[in-house]
């Protein structure tokens, strides 16, 4: 018995072409919860499995995934070799986490998932984590200042759609309705792949997954099976016009238990420089500092520790639409977030509990407005600083063959503490802040979801209850204290046409309690200024989606018509403060249930690959949106959009990208849509801006080269405080040790 408990897999995994071994290649073993990521020798190891049948899963970006059956007998340990073919053809050719809470084939999951890969990510080096997200399928990022973005799912954005780090939550009850900037606060250069879940997402998330859910993954480091490892890279990146100047330096450290990640950016940005007749954007620039580690302890092979830390701090960064429309000073300096967190990786032999993982977590975010009216002397700085403290303990089951379900606990409170200071001349006065001071927010929800496969038939159901408990002190409006509570389910039924086609059909509810800045936010927002209101309930959606994923050696697409009953949702009506129905000129408004809309649409990509190093892409998304209340359309809804691109990457390491990223004329607009100052008058114009992106891999060495907008054209993404990037050019240069 003692040599079954020490039973492993290991193996090397090559590239089929070349026969060089492959670095970061995800190995995992089916229905066990377990698997490894290969070093930079292309080796792996998998401890503590029982003798069996088992079926190995290898996937790497570029390459065609890998299946393989293994029989393990009474030997201690069993090495295999792996061969991946290179291919430019990866849609729906991946494996994501975000989707089922544990790794599965994007073919395969009934839910639509879009991938930022980490290939996508070196080659285009975006500016930042919103940026790296436009264009994607489903996704239309809105940019209020460009030290911001705020990604669209489905016609919803903000606290409608759930932010997560390395499946913690990033959302926090102040997090605002309509856009924010919040996910422009994780540092892209440390991101390993971003994961969106299209669609509500409230049974395995919570509340605020109306929209989707967004999950950014932020890079492993690998372990060393050949004795002490010392690594890193240096990464540079210059664009034109002085528009960015990104630095960053990473370590790496690694054996055969111990692995350690870190590193430190450094980033200037410019003013921006638009497109046609526009030319600079003065002020639009600002500086930013981040700092990350990440540290993995495998303690034997039921047991592995993480530890990490992330900090990011961005300075003097103005809100450019505010500036240009009434205001001296308008900026966010400092806005800062901190996430430390623990997790105990655990899996065993018991069928039931086969992989459990326990996470601690505090996440910090401390934000500081400054402004300033035109024509006044008076400045007013507002501070919000928000706690967040999580826990979570997830268990992944597989009972039989056909039966997989994952479940959990999850507890998160958040801290308020908020505070405003007037100055004018030498006096200063202290008021209430944004929110009331000590305000704080908690949830607690437990969740389970089950695969159930039948025959042709997979059957993916689930359920949450999750009970919420907010509480302020707010004596100028009235004390806070609500207690939402949740119930919601889903049912995904996918019929497997052959090996080649999976038809879907889905039904789910989700929910967004009523956070702390809905309740109790007292302060301007875009067209007015917005007071407290204390009795707020959730707001509740009820989705109906039909799909259909389809994947041959060269071709894959996907086709998903979706449509969203929402009710109870909250929007701002005018109000009255202490009797009058404007402060200093602006219009005084206030949160209310009174809404009941929908939103349909539909999503549709496609890759196909003529060769091994030559693939075109394309993806195009529609989305209606109606406000039954009022009888108009929904705010913000993105127009049409979609890109198509065409994608070249040979032996010798060149690649070479073409791409277009169109987006039609948004006329639609809400009375809320006209009053916002970031939309034209008669809505948002067309645009059409071709991109063209070039590059070489050897070894130590990655170079990477964009240019913008070849034929500089004017343009703004709906909803937009600031325009798009002109004709510009930009070079990137990673080195390797």
């Excluded at 990510?121 to 030290?147: C, D, I, Y």
């Excluded at 954005?157 to 605002?176: E, K």
Aim: aromatic share 12%.
């Amino acid at each position: 018995m003692g040599n079954l408990a020490a039973q492993q897999i290991s193996g090397t995994v090559y590239d089929a072409k070349y026969d060089k071994p492959l670095e970061g290649v995800n190995i995992t073993i089916e229905n066990t919860g377990q698997g490894a990521v290969t070093d930079k020798n292309g080796k792996f190891q998998i401890e503590g499995l029982s003798p069996g049948n088992y079926k190995i899963h290898a996937t790497l970006l570029g390459y065609l995934a890998y299946d393989k059956e293994v029989v393990l007998d009474d030997k201690p340990l069993q090495k295999i070799n792996i061969y991946l073919q290179p291919t430019s053809h990866t849609l729906d050719n991946d494996f994501a986490i975000t989707a089922r809470r544990i790794e599965s084939s994007t073919f395969s999951s009934p839910e639509p998932i879009t991938i930022v890969s980490n290939i996508l990510l070196k080659e285009e080096s975006p500016r930042s984590t919103p940026e790296a997200l436009m264009g994607a399928t489903g996704v239309f990022v809105q940019k209020t200042n460009h030290g911001g973005g705020s990604p669209f799912i489905r016609g919803l954005t903000g606290n409608q759609n759930l932010l997560m780090i390395d499946g913690i939550r990033l959302n926090n009850a102040t997090f605002r309705y309509g856009p924010n900037q919040y996910l422009c606060t994780v540092d892209q250069l440390m991101v390993q792949r971003i994961e969106v879940v299209r669609g509500a997402g409230s049974i395995l998330y919570g509340s605020d997954a109306m929209g989707g859910v967004i999950n950014v993954l932020t890079k492993n480091p690998a372990y060393s099976n050949d004795g002490f490892k010392v690594g890193g890279s240096i990464y540079g990146k210059w664009m034109s016009n002085d528009m960015e100047k990104t630095g960053r330096a990473d370590i790496n450290l690694a054996n055969k238990k111990f692995a350690f990640s870190g590193g430190f950016t450094y980033k200037d940005f410019g003013d921006i420089e638009a497109g046609g007749d526009i030319g600079e954007q003065t002020p639009t620039a600002y500086q930013e500092y981040s700092g990350d580690a990440k540290l993995k302890v495998k303690l034997n092979e039921n047991y592995e520790l993480i530890f990490a830390y992330q900090y990011d701090k961005q300075e003097d960064v103005p809100r450019y639409d505010k500036i240009i429309s009434g205001y001296t000073l308008y900026n966010f300096d400092p806005q800062i977030r901190q996430l430390g967190y623990a997790r105990l990786k655990s899996s065993y032999k018991n069928k039931w509990f086969k992989q459990v993982n326990y996470t601690g977590s505090f996440n910090q975010s401390d934000e500081t407005r400054i402004k300033q009216k035109d024509g006044s002397e008076k400045v007013s700085t507002e501070n919000d600083k928000v706690n967040t403290f999580g826990g979570t303990v997830e268990v992944n089951s597989f009972p039989t063959e056909n039966w997989r379900f994952s479940s959990g606990i999850e507890y998160y409170h958040d801290k308020v503490f908020s505070d405003k200071t007037e100055t004018e001349g030498s006096e200063s006065i202290i008021k209430r802040g944004y929110y009331p001071d000590g305000a704080s927010s908690a949830s607690i929800a437990i969740y389970t979801s089950h695969t159930l496969d039948v025959n042709k038939f997979s059957f993916v159901l689930g359920g949450r209850f999750n009970a919420h408990n907010t509480k302020a002190n707010d004596d100028e409006f009235g004390d806070v204290d609500v207690q939402p509570n949740a119930l919601v389910g889903s049912l995904s039924a996918i019929y497997h046409l052959g090996e080649h086609y999976n038809l879907i059909a889905s039904i789910y509810n989700a929910f967004r309690a009523p956070n702390i800045n809905d309740l109790s936010s007292f302060g301007s927002f875009n067209y007015g200024i917005e007071i407290p209101n204390p009795d707020l309930n959730p707001e509740k959606s009820l989705n109906f989606e039909l799909g259909i994923k389809t994947k041959y050696e060269k071709f894959s697409g996907s086709l998903f018509i979706f449509r969203s009953q929402l009710s109870d949702l909250i929007d701002r009506v005018e109000a009255q403060y202490k009797g009058q129905d404007s402060i200093d000129g602006e219009k005084v408004y206030r949160k209310e249930n009174i809404s009941e809309a929908y939103i349909q649409g539909i999503e549709a990509e496609i890759q196909y690959e003529f060769t091994s190093w030559l693939s075109t892409y394309g993806n195009i998304t529609y989305t209606y949106g109606e406000n039954i209340s009022d009888e108009e359309p929904m705010r913000r809804i993105p127009p049409l959009n979609g890109k198509i691109g065409l994608y070249y990457k040979c032996k010798c390491g060149f690649w070479g990208r073409l791409e277009l990223l169109s987006a039609g004329k948004q006329d639609r607009l809400a009375h809320g849509d006209i009053s916002d100052s970031r939309i034209p008058e008669g809505g948002t114009p067309e645009w059409n801006v071709l991109n063209l992106r070039a590059g070489y891999n050897w070894k130590w060495l990655e170079l990477s080269a964009g240019l913008n907008n070849i034929f500089d054209e004017t343009y703004r993404t709906h909803g937009s405080g600031v325009d798009g990037y002109g004709r510009s050019f930009w070079l990137a240069i990673k080195l390797g040790f």
